[in-house]
């Protein structure tokens, strides 16, 4: 259903919030798929959410399905506060200053907020705190990503909001849903440029026969093949554990996943420009869609040096006794 929805919103010529297709999710249930059924969710589990996402990834949905879902939905609620309708972001925010009780204010600056301009509010994490915020009650300046998707500053200045306390290990969890929630999006762009290479391929002609059929160009598809299974098969793994033992016990299948799928995005764009040659970095032709964003979130929720020095740090902190265990998830 999902490869459905979003294979039929594709739209190569604007990276602008496509509101039809956030309709669709919401008529769906897609749109907040793992929050629970009291805040208008559906209660699915990561793993399923994460197939949902894959195929959000593949066709270049151009929705905020992490934003509003796994992180602005789920702090807002974890917080107890009152989750508003509408597409959602979430930001940390560590310069925003909270002022006031009862008519709580605050200023400083949202920076880099995933559509920022398009969501109905946006979640600032400060410290232990969540700060509601409302766009309409700040100044906008806009910016983009690599892939032109919003991400806009949004400045505040005495704006009313809402304020909440969150658990410590709500405030630990976020970065781990932020960095699996983006390693399932750059599985599924991954594998939405190895299709369109592999179709290139087939499709085109040369010296008498499909390109295809060259032997070169089979090796490279062939690896970005082994590519895109693998960033599938991290990003899978992760969220499975995320459902069976919960992020805090699921950190180092995560910052795998998020490293492994940031790997991957490098290798497969390079091998499915090299297959579609000039004409593939065009405005107009449609890779530009999966290969700007597998550019784009490979840095995002963290880039892979990071994540690689936190399995590196768990690794050590585990000792030889303890190395295996954390290896195969039974820590």
Sequence with gaps: MAESVFGDAWD?????????????????????????????????????AAEVLMAAGQFAARVPLVETDWLAGWLLHTAGLEVPDGPLSAVVAPDLTVDGDDDTTATGTLRRVAWGRAVAGVAALVGDRVVLVAPEDATAVEGTNVAEEPRD????????????????????EYSLRAALGRAVLLAGAARGALAMAVKYATERVQFGRPIAKLQAIQQSLALAGAEVAAAAAASQAAASEADRMGFAQAASAVAAAKSRCGEAAGQVARI???????????????????????????????????????LGTRALEAGPDGLWALITGTA
Excluded: K
Excluded at 162 to 170: E, F, H, N, Q
Excluded at 282 to 287: F, K
């Design 153 to 172: 500053d949004l400045v505040l200045s005495a704006a009313p909001v809402r304020v909440a306390t969150l658990p410590m290990d709500a405030v630990l």
């Design 272 to 310: 499915s420009h090299q297959v579609h040659g000039a004409i593939g970095f065009t405005r107009e032709h449609d890779l530009r869609m999966v290969t700007t964003r597998l550019w784009a979130w490979r840095g995002e929720d963290g880039a892979e040096a990071q994540w690689n020095e936190c």
């Design 12 to 48: 190569n010529g604007t990276d602008a919030f496509d509101l039809g297709l956030w309709a669709t999710c919401e008529q769906t249930g897609l749109a907040r798929f793992t929050l629970p059924e009291q805040v208008g969710g559906s209660a699915g589990t990561f793993a399923d």
